[in-house]
């Protein structure tokens, strides 16, 4: 059975329910993480009005540090064609934002890495001692000061006429990193898939962070973890075809962490910006 557990990260048991959640399923849902819903939506409202402005442009993205802003339809997954239905901006530490976006935006991202961060050091501790031998150092330590570290904020605008065949907001993928957070979206849309390729609806209400299995911890827990295929579905009818917004933050290791002998993270993180059109 799929089960994306709900967690409430003050209870008592809240660390062997995320692990055996992210385990079994490659996610989890945490209510109650101490990150303010006020916070969240005046990121919301911010970015909201830079994605509605022509200014936008202004801060197209630099290629070689991957920060700013992706126009609509910049990315797809990997192995498919057809580009996704979305733009979005990246902000790392060192990231310029729009002074109007800039204080929450900042306040956001360490909130979410201070989290993510927390929930690296639980896996570290549950984690069988035979998977975590594996690990060239502790997940909190491959995480700690990266720079790495990358909130997107992205917009699906509304879809307008005919949509191209296989062209939805964001195509079923895996993420690359370590572990992502993702501020629930303001609409929805996100789905999971099982070992048996059916697909689930993520169930997060407003303000709820749902926290996914990326490819690198796949990696490094030689597939103990579950990477697990995830996509944004297209509105189903006119009343929700209406802009969504979501704020995932992606958990990176520093760039020379070894994945697994032979492979940096470094290494890994260039073949996949490749693989999906944004290098």
Known sequence: ??????IDVKDKNAKNDFFTSFQNTGFAVLENHGISFDLIDNVYSEWKKFFNSED???YKFDSSSQDGFFP???ESAKDNPVKDLKEFFHVYPNTILPDFASSNTKS???DLVSLGN???????????NEIKDQFSEPLFSMSKGSDRNLLRILH????EGKVEDGAIRAAAHEDINLITLLVSGSQPGLEAKDKNNNWHKVPVDKGMITVNVGDMLEMASNGYFPSTSHRVINPKDSNQ??????????MHPRNEVILKPGTTAYDYLQERLKEINLK
Do not use: G
């Open 72 to 74: 609509f339809r910049s």
């Open 241 to 250: 075809n209406v802009s969504r917004f979501s704020l995932p933050m992606f």
């Open 156 to 159: 699906y605008p509304p879809l």
């Open 56 to 58: 936008k442009i202004n």
């Open 1 to 6: 059975m799929f089960n994306i557990q709900r």
């Open 118 to 128: 927390v929930l690296l050091s639980w896996l570290d501790e549950i984690t069988p």
């Open 108 to 110: 956001l991202y360490y």
